[in-house]
């Protein structure tokens, strides 16, 4: 994390790595995955990163993530821009997120 602040570009810009590894493995499925959420890997909190920020996801978020997965670099900033804007709607869900980073990886063997 850059800072306490949890400023929504700084916190879209931690979560992109995790998020775009989701799109890249899941594609537009990425909002409907829950089995693999659990997983301590960057793919799993990528995708319960895009799962608390977009909810199952409308049609327009489908099409967003649909863009994202065919894109690359620049391209991805549409989702970025989404990201941003989900958290400045809500001034709690980009703490929450950032909480989402620093939290260590659940794991099977973790009672």
Avoid at 59 to 77: C, F, P, S, V, Y
């Amino acid at each position: 994390m850059r800072n306490s602040r949890h400023l929504p570009v700084d916190v879209a810009d931690d979560v992109m790595p995790f998020a775009t590894l989701a799109i890249d493995a899941y594609g537009v499925s990425v909002l409907a995955r829950t089995r693999e959420s659990a997983a301590g890997t960057p793919v799993a909190l990528g995708t319960r990163v895009l799962q608390r920020v977009f909810g199952r996801g409308d049609a327009h978020t489908r099409a967003l993530i649909e863009r994202a997965a065919r894109a690359t670099g620049d391209g991805r900033e549409a989702l970025r821009s989404a990201i941003v804007a989900a958290f400045r709607d809500d001034p709690i869900l980009g703490p929450e997120v950032a909480a989402m980073l620093l939290r260590p990886p659940v794991t099977a063997d973790r009672a």
